[in-house]
């Protein structure tokens, strides 16, 4: 019932906000996710368990576009560290 009313309330609020039109809780897990592995860098299993996946190849087949991020900006900052040391 709690999720009906949030529900509720964001498709009477996105509709007023310029940023967002429509979002709903799902999406709100997703953009945990998101933030999770490419802004805090944590750990694949860790978010595994925060997510409740009880296998971790749930957890990358749903994820794993972020996890491409993770290897572009991981390569960045090698390439960087490479030139700062020449």
Excluded: C, W
């Excluded at 997703?30 to 296998?55: P, S």
């Excluded at 996890?67 to 490479?82: G, I, R, V, W």
């Amino acid at each position: 019932m709690v999720i009906k009313l949030i529900t509720t309330r964001l498709q009477r609020l996105f509709p007023k906000s310029d940023i967002i039109k429509h979002l709903n809780l799902h999406g709100f897990r997703h953009t945990h996710a998101y933030f999770t592995f490419n802004e805090a860098g944590v750990a694949v299993k860790e978010i595994q368990q925060r997510l409740g996946h009880t296998d971790i190849n749930t957890t990358m087949n749903i994820y794993a576009h972020m996890t491409k991020n993770m290897e572009e900006k991981a390569s960045q900052q090698f390439s960087k560290l490479m030139k700062d040391l020449l």
